[in-house]
T-cell receptor
Framework: EAQVTQNPRYLITVTGKKLTVTCSQNMNHEYMSWYRQDPGLGLRQIYYSMNVEVTDKGDVPEGYKVSRKEKRNFPLILESPSPNQTSLYFC????????????FGAGTRLSVL | RKEVEQDPGPFNVPEGATVAFNCTYSNSASQSFFWYRQDCRKEPKLLMSVYSSGNEDGRFTAQLNRASQYISLLIRDSKLSDSATYLCVVNLRYNFNKFYFGSGTKLNVKP
């Protein structure tokens, strides 16, 4: 089954404790992206990757890191989480950017205390 | 100024009604346009892409007006299962890898 898998689905952590949210897709997609969703603000793009070892900033990259060492995986790293990073996070993938359909993971709900 | 603006609603309509949403975008260099559907706090799923000539998929019709910089979604014969939030999405000609989402329009279809 074609899918985008995020883990964990729910996470409560404390300020400053490094964490990683994993994202994996099994569709051999080149493009992957991370978004955060906050009430009234919609989805905002954090980082995206056009292919292995090729990443770029979205609109809200501050406080986040990503890596793309393999085509299927695109982890999101919060080196020192802060309460303003409490949000619902989605990973997405598509064949390429542009007109292609994005397939989303089920989301990770993160609370930073 | 937001790249994409939507009326948050909610739109409360009876089953069988026809409902229309608009979405305005600020950048004339916007290239590709989409409507996604999101059920309560679940992942967004593509409803339809929006083409310059307009397109239809069953009860759903999407249109693009480049001159006025808006896209629209028309839902005919609303079903209870259409209740969701509808997200408008655009990307730009000069960086089609960046996507801009509207904050969504909530639709409630009632019996």
């Amino acid at each position: 089954e074609a899918q985008v898998t995020q883990n964990p689905r729910y996470l409560i952590t404390v300020t400053g404790k490094k964490l990683t949210v994993t994202c994996s897709q099994n569709m051999n997609h080149e493009y992957m992206s991370w978004y955060r969703q906050d009430p009234g603000l919609g989805l905002r793009q954090i980082y995206y990757s056009m292919n292995v070892e090729v990443t770029d900033k979205g609109d809200v990259p501050e406080g986040y890191k990503v890596s793309r060492k393999e085509k299927r995986n695109f982890p999101l790293i919060l080196e020192s989480p802060s309460p303003n990073q409490t949000s619902l996070y989605f990973c997405a993938s598509s064949l390429s950017g542009d007109k292609n359909i994005q397939y989303f993971g089920a989301g990770t709900r993160l609370s930073v205390l | 100024r937001k790249e994409v603006e939507q009326d948050p609603g909610p739109f409360n309509v009876p089953e069988g009604a026809t409902v229309a949403f608009n979405c305005t975008y600020s950048n004339s260099a916007s290239q590709s346009f989409f409507w996604y559907r999101q059920d309560c706090r679940k992942e967004p799923k593509l409803l339809m892409s929006v083409y310059s000539s307009g397109n239809e998929d069953g009860r759903f019709t999407a249109q693009l007006n480049r001159a006025s910089q808006y896209i629209s979604l028309l839902i005919r014969d609303s079903k209870l299962s259409d209740s969701a939030t509808y997200l408008c999405v655009v990307n730009l000609r000069y960086n089609f890898n960046k996507f801009y989402f509207g904050s969504g329009t909530k639709l409630n279809v009632k019996p």
